[in-house]
């Protein structure tokens, strides 16, 4: 690939998590992965839109005069979409993975689906914020199914417990978010949006309407995946990135 490509990890997440992408996709790859604002510290963060953290991000790469190919996981995505739709920086070709840009459902019609979703994220941080020490474990059994979070690792567990402030913040940025249908169908790149079969049926139905809506869409289902997908189907989303790139 001729241009560097940006992959963006998830909330709460480490930039390691696209360790397994980055070795497939192969070593004529320059791939940049950013963290997230105030990731992965113990200090509070700071409130920030995802909006500015799309910023962010783009003022530490510098100048991309020839563009970029850009990837994002789950609310990584919802950032990556945001650095697409404000033009800071000339994207190529867009892979958002799982992201969980639940306002989009909002703008594109499915009011239903996207209630849902916030009464059980509204659940969460009110739970979060009241001190219950397992409150993420809300969070993770949404995305990965009932009783995800007691079956993860002590050290898993752990490190989401002390990201919960973190995960919190970047929660009601989402909600905060505001997309614009004919903005997003603006978009010119190609986007390529992976869900996982096992995964819940919202993460589909953003993948598909998003698909729908922009000018070059293309909706992926990855079989068996949920939405830990960068680590049991990094060769599936190696691909995926490098075929949407052929597309450019």
Do not use: C
């Given at each position: 690939?001729?241009?560097?490509?940006?992959?963006?990890?998830?909330s709460?997440?480490?930039?390691?998590?696209?360790?397994?992408?980055?070795?497939?996709?192969?070593?004529?790859?320059?791939?940049?992965?950013?963290?997230?604002?105030?990731?992965n510290?113990?200090?509070p963060?700071?409130?920030?839109?995802?909006?500015?953290?799309?910023?962010?991000?783009?003022?530490?790469?510098?100048p991309?005069?020839?563009?970029?190919?850009?990837?994002?996981?789950?609310?990584?995505?919802?950032?990556?979409?945001?650095?697409?739709?404000?033009?800071?920086?000339?994207?190529?070709?867009?892979?958002?993975?799982?992201?969980?840009?639940?306002?989009?459902?909002?703008?594109?019609?499915?009011?239903?689906?996207?209630?849902?979703?916030?009464t059980?994220?509204?659940?969460y941080v009110?739970?979060?914020?009241?001190?219950?020490?397992?409150?993420?474990?809300?969070?993770?059994?949404?995305?990965?199914?009932?009783?995800?979070?007691?079956?993860?690792?002590?050290?898993?567990?752990?490190?989401?417990?002390?990201?919960?402030?973190?995960?919190?913040?970047?929660?009601?940025a989402?909600?905060?978010?505001?997309?614009?249908?004919?903005?997003?169908a603006a978009?010119?790149?190609?986007?390529?949006?992976?869900?996982?079969?096992?995964?819940?049926?919202?993460?589909?139905?953003?993948?598909?309407r998003?698909?729908?809506?922009?000018?070059h869409?293309?909706?992926?289902?990855?079989?068996?995946?949920?939405?830990?997908?960068?680590?049991?189907?990094?060769?599936?989303?190696?691909?995926?990135?490098?075929?949407?790139?052929?597309?450019?």
């Amino acid at each position: 690939m001729n241009r560097p490509i940006v992959l963006i990890h998830g909330s709460p997440g480490k930039p390691s998590a696209w360790k397994g992408v980055i070795k497939a996709l192969g070593e004529d790859v320059t791939a940049i992965t950013p963290s997230l604002p105030d990731h992965n510290q113990t200090y509070p963060p700071r409130d920030r839109e995802t909006a500015a953290m799309a910023a962010a991000i783009v003022d530490d790469l510098g100048p991309q005069p020839d563009g970029i190919v850009l990837g994002g996981h789950s609310y990584g995505g919802n950032v990556a979409l945001q650095i697409a739709l404000a033009n800071h920086v000339p994207v190529a070709a867009l892979v958002l993975v799982e992201p969980v840009a639940l306002e989009t459902l909002a703008a594109l019609g499915e009011e239903t689906a996207y209630a849902d979703a916030k009464t059980a994220f509204d659940s969460y941080v009110r739970n979060a914020k009241a001190g219950e020490t397992d409150a993420i474990g809300m969070m993770i059994d949404f995305w990965f199914g009932p009783g995800a979070f007691t079956r993860m690792p002590d050290q898993v567990q752990g490190f989401l417990r002390g990201q919960t402030p973190v995960n919190v913040r970047d929660v009601e940025a989402a909600f905060r978010e505001r997309y614009i249908r004919e903005t997003l169908a603006a978009l010119s790149a190609p986007v390529a949006i992976a869900y996982g079969t096992s995964s819940p049926a919202v993460s589909e139905l953003i993948a598909q309407r998003l698909a729908a809506t922009v000018k070059h869409g293309e909706a992926v289902p990855l079989d068996g995946a949920d939405h830990g997908m960068l680590a049991t189907h990094a060769p599936q989303l190696a691909e995926l990135i490098r075929s949407t790139v052929a597309r450019v």
